[in-house]
């Protein structure tokens, strides 16, 4: 069994700066793309960053130039380094992560965090 546990969330100020960090623990042999999602409320689940396990990044419109993904592969961490919030990037962050198995990928979620902006 495969854990996700997040950290790094709280309330910031607008143009505040935050770094979510998310570990993976378990049965891991190897993981392949890792993520950040973001859900506000009343709002659908949305895509904010993404990393292959080579290191190529995707990210969303809303938070390019301001959010950078980066991972660990050696401590099975991926993080989310947030500048310049806005009011608008408050939300619940979840960390996703794939991992391979015999049976093919297989995606888990960590439990999520909070992130306000608010002044």
């Known amino acids: 069994q495969v854990q996700l546990v997040e950290s790094g969330g709280g309330l910031v100020q607008p143009g505040g700066s935050l770094r979510l960090s998310c570990a993976a623990s378990g049965n891991i042999r190897s993981i392949n793309d890792m993520g950040w999602y973001r859900q506000a409320p009343g709002k659908q689940r949305e895509l904010v960053a993404t990393i292959t396990s080579g290191g190529t990044r995707n990210y969303a419109d809303s938070v390019k130039g301001r959010f950078t993904i980066s991972r660990d592969n050696a401590k099975n961490t991926v993080y989310l380094q947030m500048s310049n919030l806005e009011p608008e990037d408050t939300a619940v962050y979840y960390c996703?992560?794939?991992?391979?198995?015999?049976?093919?990928?297989?995606?888990?979620w960590g439990q999520g965090t909070q992130v306000t902006v608010s002044s």
């Open positions: 996703n992560a794939h991992f391979p198995t015999v049976l093919g990928d297989y995606s888990y």
